[in-house]
């Protein structure tokens, strides 16, 4: 499976953006799908995950801001930012998780989100 992910930009304070991670196959097997975020020098930090079964969990920073949701016709996971912030600005990683032999798991390349006081 390979991901790509885009939909990052720069944007001010208050305004919202939709990233997509897209994959190459299907998504069926795919036990759980997730958005990360890396500001340079820190750690990569869970934005937010969404699981086979539809169990959702966000980060409290972005717990009623942000939403995220998956298609699988277009095997597709979306995070949509609303009302976002400075500190939202980050490098957006999406992965994806299969915990059904073939155990494997999958990064997307990564795209940039900047927000502007």
């Known amino acids: 499976v390979q991901l790509q992910a885009y939909g990052g930009g720069l944007v001010q304070a208050g305004e919202s953006l939709r990233l997509s991670c897209a994959a190459s196959?299907?998504?069926?097997?795919?036990?759980?799908m997730g958005w990360y975020r890396q500001v340079p020098g820190q750690q990569r930090e869970l934005v937010a995950t969404?699981?086979?079964?539809?169990?959702?969990d966000y980060s409290d920073s972005v717990k009623g801001r942000f939403t995220i949701s998956r298609d699988y016709a277009r095997s597709t996971v979306y995070l949509q930012m609303n009302n976002l912030k400075p500190e939202d600005t980050a490098v957006y990683y999406c992965?994806?998780?299969?915990?059904?032999?073939?155990?494997?798991?999958?990064w997307g390349q990564g795209t940039e989100v900047t927000v502007s006081s």
């Open positions: 992965h994806f998780i299969r915990l059904t032999p073939p155990i494997d798991n999958y």
């Open positions: 196959g299907n998504i069926f097997s795919i036990n759980r």
């Open positions: 969404i699981t086979s079964t539809g169990n959702i």
